[in-house]
């Protein structure tokens, strides 16, 4: 299957290379932004599997880019990291649409295992997608299964 594109905001520049080499071990192609406003350059123009942001950013607050981002698109998977304490913020975060959320400090081994459920989480959906137009075919040979 292909690369896997992953969109990352995060302002902290040790937790972004951190993140890049653990994604690209991973088997992620990742764009790293550290502002909300960088992300939303990155993500306006092109698409990605994964956007994963972090909730406090300088300026916008990673919610306000999840908000854009579910206006433009809303089927775009988006994970947010929160601080640990924070667990309002996450629960307000999936209410706005996020996909899942992790709590920082990070545990990359949960972290990894997050982004493999979405992941394959969005493969049975495109598959879904994929199927639903032959999902009357069988009715339409008049309920004859051969």
Do not use: C, N
């Amino acid at each position: 299957r292909p690369m896997a594109r992953i969109l990352v905001v995060e302002d902290e520049q040790v937790m972004r290379s951190l993140l890049e080499k653990a994604l690209a071990k991973w088997g992620w192609q990742a764009t790293v932004v550290g502002s909300a406003d960088a992300g939303w350059e990155a993500f306006a123009p092109r698409r990605f599997d994964v956007v994963l942001t972090d909730v406090r950013l300088p300026g916008r607050s990673g919610l306000e880019l999840l908000d854009q981002i579910k206006a433009l698109a809303p089927e775009q998977a988006v994970i947010v990291m929160t601080a640990f304490g924070s667990i309002a913020t996450a629960v307000d975060a999936v209410k706005r649409g996020a996909i899942d959320f992790v709590i920082k400090p990070l545990d990359l081994a949960y972290l990894e295992l997050t982004l493999k459920r979405t992941r394959e989480r969005l493969e049975q959906e495109a598959e879904l997608e994929r199927l639903r137009p032959h999902a009357d075919e069988r009715e339409s040979l008049g309920g004859l299964v051969g």
